[in-house]
């Protein structure tokens, strides 16, 4: 197994731990998580390393401009995300009598190169 692949595993396996530790969390719940996480990212220091590490990875842009474009999307994202229904039922169609429901369902990852 190479390098990669033992990273990746562990990665996964993290995801899924923290994807059981919050499958029964309420509304209030997720919500708070998703804006500390959020918080965190627009912080300078950390929005920084997160530009850096962009740009090694991917040798595009420079880190001036990942930064502000990362704080643009970090706060979209938190913009969007206020107020929206993400656990338990999201969506009723009474009339069809068809219930939707969202959970934690599996691990979102991105491969960059």
């Known amino acids: 197994m190479s390098d990669t692949t033992a ?3 562990g990665l996964v396996t993290n995801a899924r731990a923290a994807q059981q530790q919050v499958s029964e969390y309420t509304q209030e719940q997720i919500d708070d998580v998703c804006l500390a996480i959020g918080w965190q990212m627009y912080e300078d220091e ?3 390393k997160l530009a850096e590490a962009a740009v090694a990875e991917t040798g595009m842009g420079n880190v001036e401009d990942k930064i502000k474009k990362h704080k643009g999307k970090v706060l979209g994202v938190l913009r969007d995300i206020t107020g929206a229904i993400s656990v338990g039922l999201i969506e009723e169609d009474k ?3 068809i ?3 969202a959970k934690p369902v599996g691990v979102v990852g991105a491969l960059t190169r």
């Open 46 to 48: 950390n929005i920084a």
């Open 99 to 101: 219930r939707k429901y």
């Open 7 to 9: 990273i990746i595993e």
């Open 95 to 97: 009339e069809k009598g």
